[in-house]
């Protein structure tokens, strides 16, 4: 019933609303919603999104903008949900679709989630959800209401819930807004990005050429505020230098700018950018090197996590495959002869832990890497193991073509493959590995 800038939902009646949103299999029948012949179905949205905080996010941006200013997130759950687990039964198939069921509508994972993306930024997440007493409450409890309300009131009559509601309150009423939508959902705005710039810079007063210039630099640095610092105290250093002429020169030589050690800055941080990564990659162990060297040479932008253990499998189940190079990456994943995802993940936690990589997705995990972390991450590499790493990647690729089963599944690969050929020599490449990336394209 409001207007947003894109994907403009249906203009539905309240009672739609309303029913689509209390729309269960167990309890209340779905909705059909739209003009007459091109309805679609509802149902609840409690199997996955039981916790709809990255759709309100996005929802916010497409009605107020991603300028928008916020003073606080608040979180309410509906109860502590318990651990789950698996008991052993004659009834095999009713209690693994229980279990399916308390694991699609648990909001505990997300939550975490959303607790360690915005550790950094205090006083902007709250969640606020009984702990104890509603683990075995069901949805159809309606005549149990006054046993949760006591268990609701001793979870806020706790002094640490006090001290937090109290805290909210004080946010909502008294504290200027301190972060933008954009940033919240994980995007630094050109404007942002342009005031760090020209803070850095000390150039405040640019011709309409020059901004234009300015802008387009903050987006060619992918707007990295480390990165950004580090091109104005540049600027600020060599005032004849335009910001076109910069722009120009930056293309030409990425590597060479984003390691200039910073001699003039605005926060007495006087490393490069590729010293701090560096830095980054010096505490890493060697695991959690070998997949950023492995994602170096693809595409920086949604690798899929899960095509490493597909790799694997196929190595163990067909003896005959000569991958040398990718099989001594893989192995390192491997404990008794079998993939073990917990180490593959403690690798991962600590490539995010140091800001060099993002993971995204809910049912398949997608590795994101920022575009000038990317460009580092090979950059840094010795010749040799740069050669390593294009070998693991063509060697990859076998497994991903062994995968495909439609043609998006091929689509969503071919960046990466114009990606590893861009820093691949032809004669770098085999046969076998040329026949597989040739049979994606």
């Known amino acids: ?114 607790v360690k993306q915005y550790k950094n930024l205090p006083g902007i997440f709250y969640r606020l959800n009984v702990d104890q007493g509603l683990q075995k409450m069901a949805l159809d409890d309606w005549n149990s209401l006054g046993e949760i309300k006591t268990h609701s009131v001793n979870y806020l009559h706790k002094a640490e819930i006090t001290q937090k509601v109290g805290s909210i309150v004080d946010t909502l009423h008294n504290s200027p807004q301190k972060i933008t939508l954009g940033r919240l959902i994980g995007k630094m705005l050109d404007e942002d990005s342009l005031s760090i710039l020209f803070k850095a810079s000390l150039r405040f007063n640019s011709s309409e050429a020059e901004h234009a210039a300015a802008k387009e630099l903050v987006q060619e640095l992918g707007n990295l505020a480390l990165a950004i610092v580090q091109a104005g105290g540049y600027l600020h250093y060599h005032q004849h230098v335009k910001f076109h002429q910069y722009l120009e020169n930056y293309k030409k030589d990425k590597p060479k700018y984003l390691a200039q050690v910073k001699t003039h800055n605005m926060d007495g941080y006087s490393l490069s950018a590729f010293a701090t990564w560096d830095c980054s990659y010096q505490k890493l162990d060697r695991k959690a090197k070998e997949i950023l060297m492995l994602c170096s040479v693809l595409h920086y932008s949604k690798i899929p996590v899960e095509i490493l253990e597909k790799a694997w499998n196929n190595l163990t189940q067909n003896s005959g495959l000569d991958a040398p190079e990718l099989k001594k990456t893989l192995e390192l994943f491997v404990e008794d002869g079998n993939w073990n995802n917990n180490s593959l993940e403690a690798a991962l936690d600590s490539l995010q832990s140091y800001s060099l990589v993002e993971i995204r997705g809910e049912g398949v995990k997608l590795l994101n890497i920022h575009s000038l972390v990317h460009v580092w991450s090979y950059k840094s590499l010795e010749p040799k193991k740069q050669k390593r790493a294009q070998l ?45 990336m040739g049979h994606i394209f």
Not at 38 to 54: D, Q, R, S, V
Not at 405 to 418: C, R
């Open 1 to 114: 019933s409001y207007l947003v800038k894109a994907n403009q939902g249906y203009n539905c009646t309240v009672v739609e609303a309303a029913r689509a949103t209390t729309a269960s299999p167990q309890f209340f029948k779905s909705v059909s919603i739209g003009a007459r012949g091109l309805t679609e179905k509802f149902i609840g949205a409690h199997l996955g999104y039981n916790n709809p905080m990255n759709l309100v996010l996005e929802e916010a941006e497409l009605v107020f903008g991603a300028s928008q200013p916020v003073a606080c997130i608040v979180s309410i759950g509906a109860g502590h949900p318990g651990h789950i687990s698996w008991k052993s039964s004659k009834l095999f198939t009713s209690m693994l679709m229980k279990v399916l069921m308390d694991i699609s509508t648990s909001c505990e994972a997300s939550v975490e989630s959303f």
């Open 392 to 436: 693991c990647a063509q060697q990859l690729f076998f497994h991903v073509d062994e995968g495909m089963k439609t043609y998006f599944d091929a689509v969503e690969w071919v960046p990466h493959l114009q990606q590893l050929l861009k820093l691949s020599t032809v004669d770098a490449i085999g046969m076998k590995e040329a026949y597989d």
